[in-house]
């Protein structure tokens, strides 16, 4: 379970502890990564004079006449120059912390937890990019319907994206190993035309579109590939 530094309270945390151990009388395994709520720190806690430690803390919790114990990691940042290379007159501190029941390295336990936050980005692409912010209905059933559509476009632009802007064909702006719904949407799906009323006739001009047609027709070819593989 990954969370972050909203659910960071004694109570939340000593009801953690509780279901772990009633996870571990059923034979199951419960670990969880907090993003610790710095608040009012006390300025003991900081260690000035390195660029970065880690460390782990035993932390004694209370929740009304019960008592638990949990880990925190900890790390600490200095900085005495900006990106750019501009010199602080004071050194900068950045202090985080995770409380955990993992036993992993602190440097672990980081990456864990910073994986959260790429999990966050695809629930933006949902929100935003699929404009799911707010669901339409105030029937269960009715944004139940939308949310299987929506899960269906979403995997179709996944599979456009990874199967036909990477790599080779990557945009000019810059590789990556993925791309975002709206740049699939912008550079394979939404297209500019202009229509034209001749002869009594109204024509839509697409164009031709050359580039867009070469990702296209290779999209096409791949997907008709895995469809051909044999699973």
Known sequence: ???????????????????????ADDGRVLDYIVKWNPRRAAKEDLRPGKRQALWTQTVSLRHGNVEHEAKRVMRLVERTTQP????LLEPDYELEGWWTSLDDTPQAVIQRYQAHATHEQFHSEIKTDLDLER???????????????????????????????????????????????????????????LVIRKARQIIPNIGQGV??????????????????SPC
């Open 84 to 87: 750019h290379g501009l010199f």
């Open 135 to 193: 669901l339409p209905s105030g029937k269960f059933a009715t944004n139940d319907l939308i949310l299987h559509l929506a899960q269906l476009a979403y995997n179709i632009l996944r599979l456009m994206g990874q199967l036909g802007m990477t790599g080779e064909l990557s945009p000019v702006r810059h590789p990556a190993k993925r791309r975002r719904l709206r740049t699939v949407l912008q550079e394979l799906v939404h297209r500019a035309a």
């Open 211 to 228: 580039g867009r047609m070469t990702v296209l027709s290779i999209l096409r070819r791949r997907l008709r590939y895995l469809r051909a």
């Open 1 to 23: 379970m990954r969370e972050d530094s909203g659910f960071d309270s004694q109570a939340h945390l000593a009801l953690l502890e509780q279901q772990r151990q009633v996870f």
